[in-house]
């Protein structure tokens, strides 16, 4: 890699590494970076997936020595999601990229608006309390069906997996971010478990990009659990309406 590669593929993957540990999305960043590198599809997928298991797994870290993760809830999800991953990274062969682009621009403002909504009815009385059973099987649910799309797709899981726990288990924005980290970290490294027995792996970009990602994400998990900071839901809209614009731009492309 020439140097200026190299500081392309940092700075891309330590922005996206920030934005990913606060909202997930942070794969909307790197992937283009490592995209104009010349890689192949899979070379591409699979080089991501290396860069994205080790900042995450610094996120993660950093969450558990704060005691902020719940394993009720990421626990079973962890453990789905490694296997919906899996399947949906050996199914990304056979899968029509247009048509999941196409049913993400239809997806992404119902998202927002929900959203909306929810925020407009908070104050309108407390959630219903779920059992640990409820919590578990619901989190599993999440974590198997985001999995599988990282694997097969990939774009926002960790923003969809937020979304998810949010309104199927009413956690608040910033206890959903942490638990959704944990999720994808099983669905990253079982997506890079799949690409690197297939040797789609670049492992020069990769290296780089590792380096980003891993500083990006120490900065942008120390934010998340400063109280006095609410940056989730800005980056979270942030993150879809990026996640819009790149939607548009390969059905345009």
Known sequence: ?????????FAACFSGGFVDAIAG??????????????LTPAQVLGTNKLIAAPGTAVSVWRFYRNRLIDPRIAG?????TLLGSWLGAAASSFQTKRSFTMILLAVIPVVIFL??????????????QLTA???SWRAALCGFALGFYDGVFGPGTGTFLMIAFVFSLGLDYRSASVQARVVNLGSNLAAFVFFFSRGEIVWAVGLAGIAGGISGNY???????????DLVK???Y????????KCAWDLVG
Do not use: C
């Open 1 to 9: 890699m020439s140097v200026w590669q190299f500081l392309l593929v």
């Open 25 to 38: 999305g942070g794969g909307l960043l790197s992937f283009p970076a490592i995209l104009a590198l010349g």
């Open 76 to 80: 079973f999800a962890f453990a789905l």
């Open 115 to 128: 959203n909306y909504l929810k925020d407009r009815r908070k104050r309108a009385g407390h959630p219903k």
């Open 133 to 135: 059973i409820q919590i």
């Open 219 to 229: 900065l942008g998990s120390g934010m998340l659990m400063d109280p006095r900071r």
């Open 234 to 236: 800005p980056l979270l």
């Open 238 to 245: 942030f993150v879809l309406g990026l996640l819009m614009v």
